[in-house]
């Protein structure tokens, strides 16, 4: 499709790529060869590679496909628009790429971020509740104690003090049980 918008590229090729250039006088038919300098030689040696990739470009058929599209065809008719979305494409690549890539850190380090908090987050709670169950076993056993020594301390002091409410206690379980073999 772009060989037939530059017909003329072929040739154009073909006069460029060549090492001497050939200029023909209008005198007696004479032609005259002259050298290039370097610089000519360069541009044009440049100019046969840039020629080279367009035609395998142009053959290639995925570029032919995406050539006969109507964004293809469109394109091969405003050029300037082509140019100006190849560039703006071009430069917009490496800033997408930079954005893209800090989202996809960003995202990762919060992933791991979040995980090692709420690794530390376990860990910290798991601590707080080995202390408070040891706070709780020390307070249940220390109250245990306490109701303890208070329970055989104050039956004490009531054996030491009142004598005759431990025997009534005594005695009225030996007279049921009494009334209980005289029923039998």
Not at 130 to 138: D, H, I, K, R, T
Request: aromatic share 10%; glycine share 6%; with cysteine.
């Amino acid at each position: 499709m772009l060989r037939a918008d530059f017909p003329d590229s072929q040739m154009r090729l073909a006069a460029l790529s060549g090492l001497y250039l050939s200029a023909e006088l209008g005198q007696a038919g004479q032609s005259v060869e002259m050298q290039p300098s370097s610089t000519e030689t360069q541009l044009r040696q440049l100019w046969g590679r840039w020629m080279s990739l367009l035609s395998r470009l142009q053959d290639d058929p995925k570029v032919a496909l995406v050539l006969d599209s109507r964004l293809g065809q469109y394109l091969s008719k405003h050029p300037f628009l082509a140019v100006t979305l190849v560039l703006f494409v071009a430069m917009a690549a490496v800033p997408v790429g930079l954005f893209l890539t800090f989202a996809v850190v960003t995202l990762t380090m919060s992933v791991v971020g979040f995980v090692f908090l709420e690794g530390f987050l376990l860990f910290v709670a798991a601590v707080t509740l080995l202390c408070v169950l040891s706070g709780v076993a020390f307070f249940s056993v220390l109250v245990s104690v306490i109701t303890n020594t208070l329970l055989v301390t104050v039956s004490g002091l009531l054996n030491l003090y009142d004598p005759s409410l431990t025997q009534r206690r005594f005695q009225g379980k030996e007279g049921q049980t009494s009334a209980e073999k005289e029923e039998q």
